[in-house]
């Protein structure tokens, strides 16, 4: 059996052992301590436009507490993205909200601004008024923000961009997850860096970064006694995972640029197949990590599943796009807007392997089991 090639691993660099190390020689092995706030430091420096960001124990746990802090409760709308990740929807239901879906556009793959122009007109003749929308950079796409925000602004509605699959990613030259009322990151096992599991929230409001840190310990307010006027979670990242954050955050534009040198490999090597796309930059507006590597399959005779499988059967991993959430039975009773184009997408889409320590044999290995398929 070959050895097996990940869709996408872990990829240390050479300091974040050091730095876990200097945790457990000082004896700072809590929610707490200073690799979490320099941790924080080195994301708010590197995204930039004045940003402040708050270190918690998972992506997840972010959009939990932004949605919180805008208050979303029991009964409320709040709109989504439908293809995504099942973790940009579900905090929606930990507050008791009603997700309404919106589809994607088939540019980026990303919510597409007027048929959320037009969710939300039919929301306010039904007399609600979304809380929030959640607008997601898929595979390290950035979305159409200037439309989405616009589309906010106009109805004043206030943005989340989930950019857990987009650390490093711009549009028009600015970070993703900076544009939104809140931003958040993940750093999971198999995104971009990562700090073995662990995200973070990211505001322009000081204020608000402030109180989700608060939040995130368990609400304690101060007094010698343990004292509480808020619910509290217990959402924070540790101080030995923030060091791997560290010392992954030096090595960040690295782990980008061998991604992008990843996704122009398979152009080059795929570029004289018929039926293979490739998600594409729509302009120079656009800047994506390039998390995955992800194509159409369209082809008289090849399927994303045949692909699929001819990986599998050579221990190579590759995945469908995620399924939307429309068609995802948790959310069967969800409100979606939209003409099919996230299905289409799930369809015929499929996620390359993509880790940035993936070395030039193993690309061969995908690229000659994927061309075998085309050429025979
Ligand atoms: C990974 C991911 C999340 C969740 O992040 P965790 O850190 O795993 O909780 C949310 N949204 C998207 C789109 C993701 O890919």
């Known amino acids: 059996m070959n050895p097996k090639i990940w869709l996408s691993s872990p990829h240390m660099g050479s300091k974040e052992f050091e730095y876990v190390k200097e945790a457990f020689d000082t004896n700072w092995i809590a929610p707490l301590g200073p690799h979490v706030n320099g941790f924080e430091q080195d994301i708010a420096t590197r995204l930039g436009h004045g940003v402040h960001v708050a270190a918690l124990s998972a992506g997840t746990a972010a959009l939990h507490l932004a949605l919180i802090q805008l208050g979303v409760q029991y009964g409320d709308e709040v709109i989504c993205q439908s293809m995504t990740f099942s973790a940009s929807a579900n905090p929606i239901k930990y507050q008791g909200a009603i997700p309404v879906f919106v589809d994607s556009e088939s540019d980026t793959w990303n919510m597409d601004p007027e048929v959320l122009r037009e969710t939300i007109r ?19 796409m950035p979305a159409k923000m200037d ?41 999971n096992g198999n995104k971009i860096i990562t700090t073995s ?60 640029n061998r991604r992008r040198e990843i996704n122009q490999y398979y152009r080059e090597a795929f570029k004289d197949l018929d039926g293979i796309t490739f998600l594409s930059e729509p302009s120079a507006d656009y800047y994506s990590n390039f998390w995955l590597t992800t194509v159409l399959v369209d082809h008289p005779e090849v399927t994303r599943e045949d692909i699929r499988l001819a990986l599998e059967a050579d221990n190579i991993e590759s995945r469908p796009l995620w399924k939307p959430m429309h068609l995802q039975p948790v959310f069967e009773d969800a409100p979606f807007y939209g003409d099919g184009t996230s299905e289409r997408l799930f369809e015929k889409g499929l996620c390359l392997p993509s880790g940035s320590n993936l070395i030039e044999d193993d690309l061969q290995r995908v690229v000659k089991i994927v061309r075998r398929l085309f050429v025979d």
């Open 147 to 187: 439309e989405i925000l616009a589309v906010a602004k106009e109805f004043d509605i206030p943005v989340i961009e989930d950019a857990a699959e987009a650390l490093g990613s711009m549009y028009k030259g600015r970070a993703a997850g900076t544009f939104g009322d809140f931003g958040i990151l993940s750093f």
């Open 122 to 140: 039919d929301r306010f003749s039904r007399g609600k008024k979304p809380k929030a929308i959640i607008v997601v950079h898929l595979y390290g």
């Open 197 to 256: 599991g662990g995200g973070a929230l990211v505001s322009k409001s000081e204020e608000a970064i402030r109180h989700t840190r608060f939040l995130a310990t368990q609400a304690r307010d101060s007094a010698p006694h343990y004292q509480h006027s808020h619910v509290g979670y217990n959402y924070r990242m540790s101080n030995v995972c923030a060091g791997i954050g560290r010392g992954q955050m030096e090595v960040l534009t690295d782990r980008v």
